[in-house]
């Protein structure tokens, strides 16, 4: 038997239509979203102020430059090694200290710490190294190792290095004693490994004994001697401009009163029983 078809009534109705998705938050999603907000705005507000205090130190020191470097000890100031700093400072102090005519007051030479003796023969003079510098300070006699010192000799052209040439006065010798000054005070401030400096002045015209011979004296400066005008420029200390004979200006004056007058001594080379050679220093003629 065969099926008939059976016909079915349509039933009209609506168009389908998407359904609208709904987003429901929960509330941890909320507080994470909240939270990274916030650090967000930290971390830009800290840029900002990073950004801010850069602009400000840029736009201070562009109103404030760098702040001057203090001032050099001196103009001059020798380089190379201990041996070269000495030899340039024995070339380039003692040159500018001259006579009215123009020519140099003395020749300067630097050497390890040495003192004359009479030869074998009683006939001549010859120097030795001394290997300790003994001086007299306050009435008792201090003695240090000559090994780490430097010692200036200045020197007339005359007989026993006297100056030969105009006429002798507290003038020429104040000018003598402020070069030997200057001179141990570079050496003291360029030369670290050096802890004394001697220099040997030339003997007066009225120095001489005829017991003892012609007496000389020298100036010795140990560091702490000095500490003071080492840390200050040298212009605090000695003019600028190094005078003639009779011009020595009130500060040099004071200068040579206060540090070097005190540590001027006469002096002389005697042997110890060990066979070492000691200059001695001391602030009288010795009997």
Not at 19 to 27: F, G, H, K
Not at 68 to 97: C, D, H, M, T
Not at 184 to 190: C, E, F, S, W
């Amino acid at each position: 038997m065969s099926e008939i078809p059976v016909e079915r009534p349509v039933v009209e109705a609506e168009e389908a239509r998407p359904v609208e998705a709904t987003s429901v938050r929960s509330r941890a999603e909320e507080a994470r979203r909240t939270g990274y907000r916030s650090r967000f705005a930290a971390a830009y507000l800290t840029l900002a102020v990073a950004a801010g205090g850069a602009i400000g130190s840029f736009v201070v020191l562009m109103a404030n430059p760098d702040p001057a470097l203090p001032p050099a000890w001196s103009a001059f100031k020798p380089e190379g090694s201990p041996s070269a700093r000495v030899n340039q400072i024995v070339n380039k102090i003692p040159p500018s200290y001259r006579r009215g005519d123009g020519t140099q007051l003395v020749s300067a030479s630097v050497s390890a710490p040495q003192g004359p003796v009479l030869s074998q023969d009683g006939q001549s003079v010859i120097p030795v190294d001394v290997q300790v510098i003994a001086f007299e300070e306050g009435g008792d006699i201090h003695t240090v190792d000559a090994s780490n010192a430097v010692q200036y000799t200045l020197c007339g052209h005359g007989q026993s290095c006297t100056i030969d040439t105009g006429k002798a006065s507290i003038d020429r010798y104040v000018l003598v004693q402020r070069q030997a000054l200057e001179l141990a005070l570079y050496t003291l401030k360029y030369v670290e490994d050096v802890g004394s400096v001697t220099v040997l002045l030339p003997p007066s015209f009225d120095q001489s004994d005829s017991s003892q011979g012609l007496q000389r004296q020298a100036l010795f400066l140990r560091r702490e001697d000095v500490e003071q005008e080492l840390g200050v420029p040298l212009a605090a200390t000695l003019a600028a401009q190094t005078p003639r004979i009779g011009d020595t200006v009130a500060g040099d004056l004071d200068a040579i009163r206060r540090i070097s007058v005190p540590h001027i001594y006469f002096f002389n080379v005697t042997q110890r029983s060990d066979g070492a050679f000691m200059l001695v220093l001391r602030s009288e003629l010795s009997s």
